[in-house]
């Protein structure tokens, strides 16, 4: 177990992605800059592979986008094509051999940065390992580069035609070879893929708020099932996976997305402002001020005063510049370790009835201390309101939300939440209100990790997110 201090007590982002065919530009800087978008998605590694004339070139390194490349890296990330990826380790751990872009060299060079989960990556590495097909690390990503780099068929196109009906799970993929970058999305469209245009040329991206940095044109999403293939020749689509039944993932919406981004046509800005809005009608309270967790509540908090027309101010000032650190800070400062992040100011909350907006809790550890250090600055009550349902189930498509028995609202009402938070009230966003503020339903959306109801078949019999290490022991 790493030593490092985490302070985030929310579900962790998953990953993000990025592809380019652009043998104009300099392809290893625009996914670099690309990746810094997308930074929110993953802080664990990060990487680049570029393709020069038949030959790729990766460079992936743990750390944030910024401390893994500098100028002497991307210049020698050469190529007409790159694709880029940024981790949070949802399967196998967070050691170097499970940094992005996989790189394989089988029977076709291939360079792979996966977004999601596989669900039956058990089953399938064991298969490939009883052929023979050797692994590096322990995620599910190197499956899928394994089963495209070793298949006979000529074209990656056809390989992944392939390949993509016997993955089961979430996957929003970019694979990229010396011919053409590839993109791909499953059945359900589960994570979030998006295509856009740059001059004559084209991207794909988890977000489209990496368009707006390099600038280029949001076109579309990727849609379920669909293959995007770019090349010299432009674009290739085909329907590869035939989709049952789409199942975007609603937390997106909730959390996961920039504010800047778009999804399913709607501005992730808007959408959580009207969350709050909507949260107000549900759950009023009689309060002096309204406050955010920043940066999460921020977009909910602003739309719950101005429904309910109560002042909002900024209650809780956050360091922007924390990360992961790996450094222990110490008995007698462990106690304060939640102020590295977020610091109340007395002069706005003291003596008031506080409304305190976030968009979701998970542990709770966070909330509880939050409470406390407004208690200790003076708040007289605190009136938690929380832009998303409770987190009662676990998530087994490519986010990791800790496990169903660590959630604080796993067995327990909002009232036992509320005072085992020690708020002088709680109230949750209704799911019906997501959907309202989203403007979509239920019919094409998971929101599992509120309701239970997964829909994936054989998710019951998901693998944990170290399934595949343990796989490994197994076989030593």
Known sequence: MNPQLDLRDGPRDECGVFGVFAPESDVARLAYFALYALQHRGQESAGIAASDEGHIMTVRDLGLVSQVFDEEKLRALRGQMAVGHVRYSTTGSSAWENAQPVWRSDRRQVALAHNGNLINAVELHSELTDQGVQFRGTSDSEIIAALLSTHPAERIEDALAEVAPRLQGAFSTVVMTKDSVVA???????????????GDRYCVASESCAFDIIGAELLREVQPGEMVSLGEG???TRQIVESQRKAFCVFEHIYFARPDSILEGNRTQVSRRKMGEILWREAPVEADVVIAVPDSGNAAAAGYSKASGIARDDGLIKNRYVARTFIQPGQELRKHGLRMKFNPLREVVAGKRLVVVDDSIV??????????????????????????PPIRHACHYGVDMSTTQEMVAHGR???????ELDCDSLAYLSLDGVYEAIRSTRETHCDA?????????????????????ELAVVRT
């Open 184 to 198: 791909f999305r499953d059945g359900a469209g589960l994570r979030p893929l998006s295509l856009g245009m740059l």
């Open 413 to 419: 009402t909002v009232d036992e939440i509320a005072e």
């Open 234 to 236: 432009g674009i290739e």
């Open 363 to 388: 542990r709770g550890n966070t909330t509880r201390q939050i409470v406390q250090m407004l208690r200790g600055a003076g708040a007289t009550e605190i009136h938690m309101r929380i832009s998303a």
């Open 449 to 469: 990790c509120f309701s239970g109801d997964y829909p994936l078949e054989r998710t019951d019999g998901a693998n944990g997110k170290f399934a595949l290490e």
